[in-house]
């Protein structure tokens, strides 16, 4: 597709379930970045990929939380054991390169733990 | 450490004024990037500008322009003749040289028609 592309839009989990969070990213885009947005709040880093690899990880809240990029393209967010604490929209983004393009972000998976 | 603030929380113009949006950043980094997103109701951030830490030439796109000022540690933006279109959350984002984004709060902008 032309622009970073998340599934699925709205997700509606129960407390100590497990979720993934799938993120497509714009074709040729080598940066994969993973963001979380709270209700009135600015997106927070949480992880980021240079290819297949992590490269940063250190905006992860805890052990709870893990991505993956196997082929380096598509990129799946794991949460385990979900707390309502985790509710918020998780935001993808892709940049060209990492370093000095610009990120373009998805439409964001919006996460309910109940 | 890295840190952006927005301290308008929202804004309300009447169509047509002009609105400037503020934005502080804080990095020790010497090489950095600015950015400015708008993030309408459907959730989406919208990429408007990337500036990096050594051009502080102004720009100005349409109705839309920025003044950044590395003396004062700012990256301001104008909207000219502003419209109901131009309501949504904008946010300014700061990238280091970790490739981290770090996100101000945001500015929700309200145009009257």
């Known amino acids: 597709g032309a622009g970073v592309s998340q599934t699925p839009s709205n997700k509606v989990t129960e407390k100590g379930k497990y979720v993934e969070l799938r993120c497509d990213p714009i074709?040729?885009?080598?940066?994969l970045y993973w963001y979380r947005q709270s209700l009135g709040q600015g997106p927070e880093f949480l992880i980021y990929?240079?290819?297949?690899?992590?490269?940063?990880d250190s905006g992860l809240p805890n052990d709870r939380f893990f991505a993956v990029r196997p082929e380096g393209s598509v990129s799946t967010l794991k949460i385990q054991r979900t707390e309502r604490g985790d509710s918020a929209v998780y935001l993808c983004?892709?940049?060209?390169?990492?370093?000095?393009?610009?990120?373009?972000f998805g439409q964001g998976t919006r996460l309910t733990v109940v | 450490a890295q840190k952006v603030t927005q301290a308008q929380t929202e804004i309300s113009v009447v169509e047509k004024e002009d609105v400037t949006l503020d934005c502080v950043y804080e990095?020790?980094?010497?090489?950095?990037?600015l950015f400015w997103y708008k993030q309408p109701p459907s959730g989406e951030l919208v990429f408007l500008i990337r500036?990096?830490?050594?051009?502080?030439q102004n720009e100005i796109s349409g109705r839309y322009s920025w003044n950044f000022q590395k003396s004062t540690s700012s990256f301001n933006f104008t909207i000219t003749a502003s419209q109901v279109v131009d309501s949504a959350v904008y946010f300014c984002?700061?990238?280091?040289?970790?490739?981290?984004?770090?996100f101000g709060t945001g500015t929700s902008l309200t145009v009257i028609p």
């Open positions: 983004a892709s940049s060209l390169r990492a370093g000095t393009s610009e990120a373009f």
């Open positions: 074709s040729g885009h080598t940066a």
């Open positions: 990929f240079q290819g297949t690899g992590a490269a940063d």
């Open positions: 990095t020790r980094d010497t090489t950095y990037y």
């Open positions: 500036r990096n830490s050594f051009d502080e």
């Open positions: 984002a700061l990238r280091n040289t970790g490739n981290q984004f770090y």
